[in-house]
């Protein structure tokens, strides 16, 4: 069983910037695609970001052009850089893995607990 730390979350006003970190319990970064959801009360978890195992990304509409992923395979650890955050950001964020496993068996999914992100206005 994989466990992903978070960190990085807290409150800053509109504008400002945080970047959280994931650090998986295993070495999986460099066998895993890595990603960031989020979730804000009442709605529905979304796809924020993700990041092959070839360092190729891509992120949701809302979120271009502000956000950054990225990972160190020598730390094990996944980054989201985000910028020029806006109240519409809050949310708690998620860090996930999707693993793949030998033969036939489908990948692995495990979910990291969240870090709360709160954007004021």
């Known amino acids: 069983q994989v466990q992903l730390q978070e960190s990085g979350g807290g409150s800053v006003q509109a504008g400002g910037s945080l970047k959280l970190s994931c650090t998986p319990s295993?070495?999986?970064?460099?066998?895993?695609?890595m990603g960031w959801h989020r979730q804000a009360p009442g709605k529905e978890r979304e796809l924020v970001s993700t990041?092959?195992?070839?360092?190729?990304?891509n992120y949701v509409e809302s979120v271009k052009d502000r956000f950054t992923i990225s990972q160190d395979n020598s730390k094990n650890t996944v980054y989201l850089q985000m910028n020029s955050l806006k109240p519409e950001d809050t949310a708690v964020y998620y860090c996930?893995?999707?693993?793949?496993?030998?033969?036939?068996?489908?990948?692995?999914?495990?979910w990291g607990q969240g870090t709360q992100v709160t954007v004021s206005s």
């Open positions: 295993r070495s999986i970064v460099d066998m895993c695609e």
């Open positions: 990041i092959n195992r070839d360092g190729t990304t």
């Open positions: 996930a893995a999707d693993c793949p496993r030998r033969g036939i068996l489908p990948a692995e999914k495990f």
